[in-house]
Protein backbone atom coordinates (compact mmCIF):
# COMPACT_ATOMS: atom_id res chain seq x y z
CA UNK A 1 0.00 0.00 0.00
CA UNK A 2 2.60 2.46 0.83
CA UNK A 3 4.59 1.43 -2.74
CA UNK A 4 1.35 2.57 -4.41
CA UNK A 5 1.30 5.59 -2.16
CA UNK A 6 4.99 6.40 -3.14
CA UNK A 7 4.94 5.18 -6.63
CA UNK A 8 1.81 7.63 -7.56
CA UNK A 9 3.21 10.88 -5.81
CA UNK A 10 6.39 9.96 -8.26
CA UNK A 11 4.18 9.54 -10.92
CA UNK A 12 2.61 13.04 -10.12
CA UNK A 13 5.75 14.49 -9.62
CA UNK A 14 6.86 13.18 -12.82
CA UNK A 15 4.60 14.59 -14.90
CA UNK A 16 4.56 18.21 -12.95
CA UNK A 17 8.24 18.07 -14.19
CA UNK A 18 7.70 16.42 -17.73
CA UNK A 19 4.95 19.37 -18.10
CA UNK A 20 7.22 22.01 -16.39
CA UNK A 21 10.23 20.80 -18.74
CA UNK A 22 7.99 21.12 -21.96
CA UNK A 23 7.02 24.94 -20.84
CA UNK A 24 10.89 25.45 -20.46
CA UNK A 25 11.50 24.27 -23.83
CA UNK A 26 8.09 26.70 -25.58
CA UNK A 27 9.72 29.64 -23.25
CA UNK A 28 13.35 28.95 -24.45
CA UNK A 29 11.93 28.32 -27.84
CA UNK A 30 9.73 31.81 -28.53
CA UNK A 31 12.93 33.43 -26.47
CA UNK A 32 15.13 32.42 -28.87
CA UNK A 33 12.57 32.94 -31.69
CA UNK A 34 11.97 36.62 -29.76
CA UNK A 35 15.75 37.11 -30.02
CA UNK A 36 16.18 36.44 -33.50
CA UNK A 37 13.63 38.87 -34.52
CA UNK A 38 15.23 41.35 -32.37
CA UNK A 39 18.35 40.32 -33.88
CA UNK A 40 16.72 40.93 -37.25
CA UNK A 41 14.65 44.27 -36.40
CA UNK A 42 18.54 45.11 -34.53
CA UNK A 43 20.25 45.05 -38.27
CA UNK A 44 17.19 46.70 -40.42
CA UNK A 45 17.44 49.30 -37.97
CA UNK A 46 21.15 49.43 -37.58
CA UNK A 47 21.07 48.92 -42.20
CA UNK A 48 18.50 52.08 -41.98
CA UNK A 49 20.57 53.84 -39.82
CA UNK A 50 23.57 52.94 -41.93
CA UNK A 51 21.98 54.48 -44.94
CA UNK A 52 20.61 57.39 -43.27
CA UNK A 53 23.79 58.12 -42.20
CA UNK A 54 25.31 57.70 -46.17
CA UNK A 55 22.42 59.93 -47.21
CA UNK A 56 23.15 62.58 -44.22
CA UNK A 57 27.18 62.08 -44.74
CA UNK A 58 26.16 62.68 -49.17
CA UNK A 59 23.81 65.55 -48.55
CA UNK A 60 26.46 67.17 -46.27
CA UNK A 61 28.79 67.42 -48.70
CA UNK A 62 26.48 68.06 -51.46
CA UNK A 63 25.57 71.37 -49.35
CA UNK A 64 28.82 71.64 -48.53
CA UNK A 65 29.84 71.85 -52.37
CA UNK A 66 27.10 74.17 -53.21
CA UNK A 67 28.44 76.85 -50.16
CA UNK A 68 31.97 76.53 -51.67
CA UNK A 69 31.03 77.47 -54.81
CA UNK A 70 28.52 79.57 -53.81
CA UNK A 71 31.01 81.54 -51.94
CA UNK A 72 33.54 81.29 -54.71
CA UNK A 73 30.84 83.18 -57.09
CA UNK A 74 30.32 85.70 -53.99
CA UNK A 75 33.90 86.41 -54.04
CA UNK A 76 34.32 86.69 -57.63
CA UNK A 77 30.80 89.15 -58.30
CA UNK A 78 32.41 90.87 -54.95
CA UNK A 79 35.84 91.47 -56.70
CA UNK A 80 33.69 92.09 -60.12
CA UNK A 81 31.71 95.14 -57.86
CA UNK A 82 35.22 96.71 -56.40
CA UNK A 83 36.17 96.74 -59.78
CA UNK A 84 33.71 98.42 -61.07
CA UNK A 85 33.30 100.65 -57.94
CA UNK A 86 36.96 101.22 -58.27
CA UNK A 87 36.36 102.58 -61.70
CA UNK A 88 33.26 104.16 -61.21
CA UNK A 89 35.32 105.90 -58.53
CA UNK A 90 37.84 106.84 -60.87
CA UNK A 91 35.58 108.26 -63.47
CA UNK A 92 33.88 110.06 -61.15
CA UNK A 93 37.04 112.17 -59.56
CA UNK A 94 37.91 112.80 -63.45
CA UNK A 95 34.60 114.21 -64.20
CA UNK A 96 34.63 116.15 -61.42
CA UNK A 97 38.04 117.45 -61.55
CA UNK A 98 36.94 118.03 -65.33
CA UNK A 99 33.88 119.56 -64.42
CA UNK A 100 35.60 122.34 -61.70
CA UNK A 101 38.21 123.15 -63.97
CA UNK A 102 35.61 123.84 -66.67
CA UNK A 103 33.80 125.95 -63.77
CA UNK A 104 36.81 127.56 -62.87
CA UNK A 105 37.34 128.88 -66.20
CA UNK A 106 33.97 129.76 -66.25
CA UNK A 107 34.39 131.77 -63.41
CA UNK A 108 37.34 133.63 -64.69
CA UNK A 109 35.52 134.15 -67.92
CA UNK A 110 32.71 135.20 -65.82
CA UNK A 111 34.48 137.66 -63.82
CA UNK A 112 35.86 139.04 -66.82
CA UNK A 113 32.79 139.80 -68.25
CA UNK A 114 31.28 141.08 -64.62
CA UNK A 115 34.43 143.83 -64.67
CA UNK A 116 34.09 144.17 -67.83
CA UNK A 117 30.43 144.98 -67.30
CA UNK A 118 30.89 147.28 -64.29
CA UNK A 119 33.46 149.39 -65.77
CA UNK A 120 30.69 149.80 -68.95
CA UNK A 121 28.05 150.49 -66.77
CA UNK A 122 30.56 153.21 -64.76
CA UNK A 123 31.30 154.82 -67.52
CA UNK A 124 27.59 154.90 -68.45
CA UNK A 125 26.61 156.19 -65.07
CA UNK A 126 29.53 158.92 -65.24
CA UNK A 127 28.11 159.48 -68.12
CA UNK A 128 24.74 159.76 -67.81
CA UNK A 129 25.05 162.00 -64.59
CA UNK A 130 27.20 164.27 -67.10
CA UNK A 131 24.17 164.27 -69.31
CA UNK A 132 21.50 164.86 -66.46
CA UNK A 133 24.47 167.52 -64.99
CA UNK A 134 24.01 169.68 -68.35
CA UNK A 135 20.51 169.27 -68.10
CA UNK A 136 20.04 171.15 -65.04
CA UNK A 137 22.56 173.47 -65.11
CA UNK A 138 21.21 175.74 -68.20
CA UNK A 139 17.57 175.02 -66.53
CA UNK A 140 18.49 176.83 -62.93
CA UNK A 141 19.36 180.04 -64.52
CA UNK A 142 15.81 180.00 -65.24
CA UNK A 143 14.07 177.96 -62.34
CA UNK A 144 15.11 179.94 -59.98
CA UNK A 145 14.54 183.49 -61.29
CA UNK A 146 10.60 182.16 -61.87
CA UNK A 147 10.77 181.97 -58.17
CA UNK A 148 12.22 185.67 -57.53
CA UNK A 149 15.87 184.22 -56.70
CA UNK A 150 18.11 186.42 -59.56
CA UNK A 151 20.98 184.43 -60.28
CA UNK A 152 24.22 185.62 -60.68
CA UNK A 153 26.31 182.89 -60.98
CA UNK A 154 26.59 178.93 -61.49
CA UNK A 155 29.92 176.73 -60.58
CA UNK A 156 30.35 173.14 -61.22
CA UNK A 157 32.07 170.81 -58.65
CA UNK A 158 33.63 172.37 -56.05
CA UNK A 159 35.37 170.74 -53.97
CA UNK A 160 36.69 172.05 -50.13
CA UNK A 161 39.05 170.50 -47.81
CA UNK A 162 38.89 172.12 -44.20
CA UNK A 163 39.82 170.99 -40.48
CA UNK A 164 39.17 167.54 -41.53
CA UNK A 165 35.62 168.23 -43.61
CA UNK A 166 35.75 167.91 -46.95
CA UNK A 167 32.79 168.16 -49.68
CA UNK A 168 32.04 168.72 -53.22
CA UNK A 169 29.08 170.48 -54.57
CA UNK A 170 28.02 169.37 -58.09
CA UNK A 171 26.25 172.83 -58.60
CA UNK A 172 26.36 176.24 -56.79
CA UNK A 173 23.94 178.58 -57.90
CA UNK A 174 24.17 181.96 -56.01
CA UNK A 175 24.18 185.69 -56.21
CA UNK A 176 25.11 188.24 -53.74
CA UNK A 177 22.56 187.66 -50.70
CA UNK A 178 21.56 183.99 -51.44
CA UNK A 179 23.07 180.46 -52.02
CA UNK A 180 21.61 177.22 -53.17
CA UNK A 181 23.74 174.10 -53.12
CA UNK A 182 22.54 171.46 -56.05
CA UNK A 183 22.98 167.39 -55.64
CA UNK A 184 22.26 166.25 -58.95
CA UNK A 185 21.78 162.23 -59.58
CA UNK A 186 20.56 160.49 -62.20
CA UNK A 187 18.55 158.74 -59.64
CA UNK A 188 18.01 159.87 -56.49
CA UNK A 189 17.15 158.03 -53.35
CA UNK A 190 16.67 158.83 -49.54
CA UNK A 191 20.09 158.11 -49.12
CA UNK A 192 21.29 160.67 -51.30
CA UNK A 193 19.22 163.56 -49.81
CA UNK A 194 20.41 162.51 -46.40
CA UNK A 195 24.01 163.29 -47.67
CA UNK A 196 23.34 166.13 -48.86
CA UNK A 197 21.77 167.55 -45.51
CA UNK A 198 25.12 166.58 -43.85
CA UNK A 199 26.96 168.67 -46.55
CA UNK A 200 25.03 171.77 -46.41
CA UNK A 201 25.25 171.87 -42.23
CA UNK A 202 29.25 171.90 -42.78
CA UNK A 203 28.53 174.31 -46.48
CA UNK A 204 29.96 177.16 -44.63
CA UNK A 205 32.59 176.40 -42.56
CA UNK A 206 34.27 174.75 -45.37
CA UNK A 207 33.39 177.77 -48.02
CA UNK A 208 33.22 180.38 -45.75
CA UNK A 209 33.49 183.21 -48.59
CA UNK A 210 29.58 182.50 -48.26
CA UNK A 211 29.05 182.73 -44.59
CA UNK A 212 27.37 185.61 -44.99
CA UNK A 213 24.62 184.58 -47.32
CA UNK A 214 21.47 182.53 -46.92
CA UNK A 215 22.46 178.93 -47.95
CA UNK A 216 19.26 176.27 -49.37
CA UNK A 217 19.60 173.41 -50.83
CA UNK A 218 18.18 171.80 -53.74
CA UNK A 219 18.41 168.40 -55.37
CA UNK A 220 17.88 167.28 -59.48
CA UNK A 221 17.32 164.13 -61.19
CA UNK A 222 16.03 162.56 -64.14
CA UNK A 223 14.30 159.95 -62.48
CA UNK A 224 12.83 160.57 -58.80
CA UNK A 225 10.41 158.51 -57.17
CA UNK A 226 7.35 160.27 -55.16
CA UNK A 227 7.87 159.27 -51.73
CA UNK A 228 12.20 160.57 -52.02
CA UNK A 229 10.26 163.92 -53.94
CA UNK A 230 8.06 164.14 -50.56
CA UNK A 231 10.87 163.55 -48.38
CA UNK A 232 13.17 165.82 -49.95
CA UNK A 233 10.34 168.51 -49.80
CA UNK A 234 9.67 167.88 -45.97
CA UNK A 235 13.71 168.79 -45.53
CA UNK A 236 13.03 171.61 -47.12
CA UNK A 237 15.36 171.24 -50.49
CA UNK A 238 14.24 172.84 -53.80
CA UNK A 239 13.17 169.38 -55.49
CA UNK A 240 14.17 169.80 -59.62
CA UNK A 241 13.16 166.97 -61.66
CA UNK A 242 11.62 166.03 -65.54
CA UNK A 243 8.05 167.31 -66.35
CA UNK A 244 7.52 166.50 -70.01
CA UNK A 245 10.77 167.58 -72.15
CA UNK A 246 11.63 169.99 -69.50
CA UNK A 247 13.26 170.32 -65.87
CA UNK A 248 11.23 171.93 -63.76
CA UNK A 249 10.92 172.56 -59.81
CA UNK A 250 8.52 170.30 -58.73
CA UNK A 251 8.17 172.54 -55.16
CA UNK A 252 4.55 173.96 -54.83
CA UNK A 253 4.10 177.66 -54.02
CA UNK A 254 3.15 176.78 -50.62
CA UNK A 255 6.67 175.74 -50.28
CA UNK A 256 9.30 177.30 -48.02
CA UNK A 257 13.03 176.32 -48.53
CA UNK A 258 15.21 175.77 -45.22
CA UNK A 259 17.71 178.85 -44.42
CA UNK A 260 21.32 177.58 -43.54
Given at each position: MNEQIIYGGFERVWKMFEKTDHEIQELRQFLREQSQETDRQFKESNEQFRQFSQETDRQFKESNEQFRQLSQETKHQFKESN??????????????????????QLSRETDKKINKVSQDIGKLGGRWGEFV??????????????????????????????????????????????????EVKSLLSV???????????????????????????????AVIYDDVSKYAYRQGLFVLGQKGHNMEILNDSAFKPKIY
Open positions: EQFRQLSLETDRRFKESNEQFRESMVRPAVLRLFQERGLIVHEVHRNLVAERNGLSAEIDLLVTNDEHCVAVDDVRDHLARLEKFKALFPRYADVQLMGAVAS
